[in-house]
């Protein structure tokens, strides 16, 4: 819906919104506020946040619902890694960012499952749009937030609110995953890309068109460790390994100076930089991924199978870490880092990948989708990148 559809209050629905989708930003630096002198503890405006409870959940669902029964396995079909079943200690015992409930480091067990190989990408989901028509929220809303550095001076002199505890943060009118800076930019050179601006409910939206589903954090987080324990990243504990650059973050001094020695200022393509042991690539940084679990930052010491998260709750957990991380003020792209964001939010820095269940009635190949009765099966193979486990 529109601004000017929401009723009598639709006047004020925009300023008021925006208010509502920068408080937390606020509420967050004030909440660090207590850890200053710790790395990567300050408000690093990772959750531009909108506001919550108007129904657009549901709406996304019964879309999403719908395109799914229509489109079957006929849509979109990205190569996925067939994750073991297994035991894995999730979380850790040495939080970097208290608030964050990255701990207590509990051992979980899983089923095997489906993990998408790549981040969506704009290719992806543009086949998605022209297969449905669907129209994302930051479109609907008619604006989504944009890290200012991504922008041109013309485009941040026409806006005038912001909030002091993340500056960076500047809600563009027309941003969207097509217009990722806004009116004038284009996709048309990043199709490979991970698509960005998409909210959680867009990406719900694209999961049941294509016949998936997003990762439980659970599942997230394992996929991301790659096989091994308690490491800090996906290949292991040296952020750099024989100086090689691993993933897409934040290289000099943020907010004002990004040297983008990884070779990046903003996103890479889904397929740069190393695979984890699992195959999965670019599984922090690069972008932020949404999984399906509501917010919380204490975890129930009973749900340690195959767990889901809350039942309820207004935030949905997302993982991974962007481009626009650095150690000094949001060192979150570390396998157990984790943050939130309300489930109609959509930023510059924000994607996602989708996941599957193993035991369906089909499975994936690279020709396609396999009849259960098929005798050829999907083998993936990949390659152990150098330094695993240092």
Known sequence: VTDAARGPAAKMAAPARLCRCLLPLLLAAMGAGAAAGTPG???????????????????????????AAGSGRSGWQGPMVLIPAGVFTMGTQEPQIQQDGEGPARRV???????????????????????????TE???????????????????????QAVAAAPWWLPVKGASWRHPEGPGSSISSRMDHPVLHVSWNDALAFCRWAGKRLPTEAEWEYGCRGGLESRLFPWGNKLQPKGQHYANIWQGEFPTNNTAEDGYRGTAPVSAFPPN????????????????????????????????????????????????????????????????NTPDSSASNLGFRSGLDHLLPALWSESGWLSAGESQIAEIRWEQPPGRGD
């Open 138 to 160: 930051a479109e609907k809303f008619g604006d989504s937030f944009v890290f200012e550095g991504m922008l041109s001076e013309a485009v941040k002199a026409d806006i005038h």
């Open 109 to 135: 067990h899983l089923g095997s499952f489906y993990m998408d190989q790549y981040e969506v990408s704009n290719r992806d989901f543009e086949s998605f749009v022209n297969a449905t028509g669907y129209v």
């Open 41 to 67: 503890t300050a408000g690093c405006g990772c959750s531009a946040n909108r506001a919550a409870g108007d129904g657009r959940e549901e709406a996304a669902q019964r879309f999403s619902a719908a395109a």
């Open 277 to 340: 042991g699992y195959g999965l690539y670019n599984m922090v940084g690069n972008a932020w991924e949404w999984t399906s679990d509501w917010w919380a930052v204490h975890h129930s010491p009973q749900e340690l199978h195959n767990p889901q998260g809350p039942p309820s709750g207004t935030d949905r957990v997302k993982k991974g870490g962007s481009y626009m991380c650095h150690k000094s003020y949001c060192y979150r792209y570390r396998c157990a880092a984790r943050s939130q």
